[in-house]
């Protein structure tokens, strides 16, 4: 019998859409957050050439401010979520904090001038590299455990693949499996949002290790 199980391990906001999108495709989405998000206080409105956010997770910190504020986005889905919450000036990086760094290095967006909001422990790195003003609006903490109904598809070798839309994520889910778990992803594909992702993953325990677009990369069932 053909897999047909895919499990979704990127937390809210997100994980909704991503088992909704899935599941138009055809295929069984299953719920596998292994990330929880605590979200900070919303940020207090201040004076900037630019917002760079590393995470849709970020942008509750935003709700306050003016909706002319430019701001630039990770990737595509970030900014659409920008969008919908009535951002008129959003951009996007490619998907990675790589291509963050390189966009605003393209468009001269360097210095102290550019917020940087990302989770605690992260963008620390990044901030540097871009020499940003760095907030930390939101906590991350990885989840120990899979749920049973992803334990149960695995045990019983029906999953088709795994999406990760970060290395957090990708992290917390190698490290939360048992042997048995582990030894059952020889038949499963990691669908990657980005190859800084996938490169997080050894190849030898999966089918296969697969980047970027994760639903393009899937298709219909």
């Not at 910190?61 to 990770?74: E, H, S």
């Not at 900014?79 to 959003?90: L, Y």
Request: aromatic share 6%; glycine share 6%.
């Amino acid at each position: 019998m053909r897999r047909r199980a895919v499990l979704v391990t990127r937390p809210e906001p997100g994980l909704s859409a991503t088992l909704a999108d899935i599941r138009r495709l055809g295929w069984d989405a299953v719920s596998c957050p292994m990330l929880e998000i605590r979200t900070y206080a919303p940020l207090p409105v201040s004076e900037c050439a630019a917002v760079a956010i590393t995470s849709a997770n970020a942008l509750a910190a935003l709700k306050d401010w003016p909706r002319d504020q430019r701001i630039v986005a990770v990737g595509s889905s970030t900014a659409d979520r920008a969008r919908d919450m009535g951002f008129q000036r959003v951009e996007a990086a490619d998907g990675d904090a790589l291509a963050l760094a390189a966009y605003c290095r393209d468009h001269d967006l360097i210095g102290p001038s550019l917020l940087l909001a990302c989770g605690e422990g992260y963008g620390l790195d990044l901030a540097e590299e871009l020499n940003a003003s760095r907030v930390s609006v939101y906590g991350a903490t990885k989840n120990a455990m899979l749920t049973d109904a992803a334990c149960d598809a695995l045990l019983r070798h029906e999953v088709e693949a795994v999406v990760f839309y970060s290395g957090k994520t990708a992290d917390a889910f190698m490290e939360a499996l048992g042997r048995q778990d582990l030894e059952s992803l020889s038949g499963v594909r990691a669908l990657c949002l980005s190859e800084a992702i996938a490169a997080r993953l050894t190849g030898r325990d999966w089918r296969a290790v697969e980047w970027p677009d994760p639903m393009e990369r899937l298709g219909p069932y």
